[in-house]
């Protein structure tokens, strides 16, 4: 069996790898795509002490760091099952093999929701995005737009109106559902205008980069089109929790729970990254709490094992 098996291959599941592999201890990686949503950015500029890398230069990176240690890295293989034992836990994989292991660090990640509308796909990474603290500043002094009236949609409005020039805030529903907090400082705002009862229709684009953006007003069925450079959907982040749901305790948004230690509700299950409840979704932070549970892995197995 492992010492500590880590599931995911992202930042926080390769920084969990290299802080128990240094420990000496049996560490395995198994992973469904090493590098993790990291493959799918362009460029990362907020990742401390490096200025300026893309996104698939950076999960190469996390590569080949784990692997200067003696790592079981098993790529393309997905976890299906958590199964707590006394001594051991095991994790089955979908092509039915059994891992086991005296500690755990869970890492699946999250996946930003998609508006699944005509130009999402196509302009990805050319005028839509996901994450404002990422992208925002590749639209500085443009406009753009904000699909989603939540907190974050929002927060996302609220920090891009100090970069671009404009920001036009797309709601569904009647209202926005954001705190009462956060709408008062939206509507303070000059250049953000907020439309509800509006349905995203398509985003469109001249081929190569974002154009703008169509919806239907859902009172008077017109259809609308605004002019923008940018488009931020923001209607959620969904984590990679459906096949840990009855064994882990989950927050109300399927994230799991942990404490501070990175400790989830099960002994010797630990968790790291966009899966849990950790506040903000970033590398550098998926990368510490990585790091965390790993170690707390380590002092769980040092104050319970003998053998
Ligand atoms: P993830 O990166 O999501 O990795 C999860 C890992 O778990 C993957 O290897 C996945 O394959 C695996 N996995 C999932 N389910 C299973 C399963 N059942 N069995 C086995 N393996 C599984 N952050 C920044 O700091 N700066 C940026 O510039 C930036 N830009 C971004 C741009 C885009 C387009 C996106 C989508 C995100 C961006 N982020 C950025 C956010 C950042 O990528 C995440 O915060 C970070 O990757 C989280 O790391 P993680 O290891 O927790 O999860």
């Given at each position: 069996p492992f010492d500590v098996l880590i599931v995911g291959g992202g930042p926080a599941g390769a920084a969990a790898a290299i802080y128990a592999a240094r420990k000496g201890i049996r560490t395995g990686v198994v992973a469904e795509?090493?590098?993790?949503q990291v493959l799918d950015t362009l460029a990362i500029e907020n990742f401390v002490s490096v200025k300026e890398t893309e996104g698939p230069e950076f999960a190469n990176a996390l590569e080949e760091h784990v692997k200067t240690y003696e790592v079981d890295v098993m790529d393309v293989q997905r976890a299906e099952a958590l199964i707590p034992g006394e001594k051991l836990i095991a994790v089955r994989l979908a092509n039915g093999a059994v891992l086991k292991s005296k500690t755990i660090v869970l890492a699946t990640g999250a996946r930003w929701r998609e508006i699944n509308v005509p130009g999402e796909r196509e302009y990805r990474n050319h005028g839509v995005a996901y994450c404002p603290h990422c992208d925002g500043p590749l639209f500085k002094g443009k406009r753009v737009s904000v699909i989603g009236g939540g907190n974050s949609g929002v927060e996302a409005a609220i920090d891009l109106a100090g970069i671009v020039s404009h920001v036009t805030l797309l709601e569904f529903g009647a209202e926005l559902r954001a705190d009462a907090v956060l709408q008062r400082k939206l509507h303070s705002l000059p250049n953000v205008t907020v439309i509800t009862q509006a349905q995203t229709t398509e985003i469109t684009g001249d081929g190569k980069k974002v154009n703008g953006i169509s919806y239907t007003d859902?009172?008077?069925?017109e259809s609308k089109h605004v002019e923008l450079e940018g488009v931020f959907v923001q209607i959620g982040l969904v984590p990679n929790t459906e096949w840990l749901k009855g064994t882990v305790q989950l927050s109300r948004h399927g994230e799991i729970e942990i404490d501070a230690r990175g400790q989830t509700s099960v002994p010797g299950v630990f968790a790291a990254g966009?899966?849990?409840?950790?506040p903000f979704k970033q590398i550098v932070i998926a990368v510490g709490e990585g790091a965390k549970a790993s170690l707390s892995a380590f002092d769980h197995l040092i104050r319970s094992s003998v053998d």
């Open positions: 795509r090493f590098g993790g859902r009172t008077s069925g966009d899966v849990t409840t950790v």
